[in-house]
């Protein structure tokens, strides 16, 4: 059983700083990519960032320069810092790993945390 448990959402004023994580736990042989998405109401979900297992990083448009997506591995946890949030981050931010139990890698996703930004 594999969980992945995501904590640091909540209001934020624009032009503020937000830090999300993610961390993954139970019988895991491998972690490989992490990643933050985000879901808007009546929008689809969408990459927010990507950080590979070698710590190459991926951004979407909306959040390079303002995010930075970054992972520990002997904690199995990734994080995302969020500055100069704007109004249109609010949404629920949710993490995704690749993890191997066995020699099978399979995609996980962690429950959600809404990011809210207003004044």
């Known amino acids: 059983q594999v969980q992945l448990v995501e904590s640091g959402g909540g209001l934020a004023q624009p032009g503020g700083s937000l830090s999300l994580s993610c961390v993954a736990s139970g019988s895991i042989r491998s972690i490989y990519a992490m990643a933050w998405y985000r879901q808007a109401p009546g929008k689809q979900r969408e990459l927010v960032a990507l950080?590979?297992?070698?710590?190459?990083?991926n951004y979407a448009d909306s959040g390079k320069g303002r995010f930075t997506i970054s992972r520990d591995n002997a904690k199995n946890t990734v994080y995302l810092q969020m500055n100069s949030l704007q109004s249109e981050d609010t949404a629920v931010y949710y993490c995704?790993?690749?993890?191997?139990?066995?020699?099978?890698?399979?995609?996980?996703w962690g429950q959600g945390t809404q990011v809210t930004v207003s004044s």
């Open positions: 995704n790993v690749d993890i191997s139990v066995t020699s099978t890698v399979r995609n996980y």
């Open positions: 950080i590979t297992r070698g710590g190459s990083t």
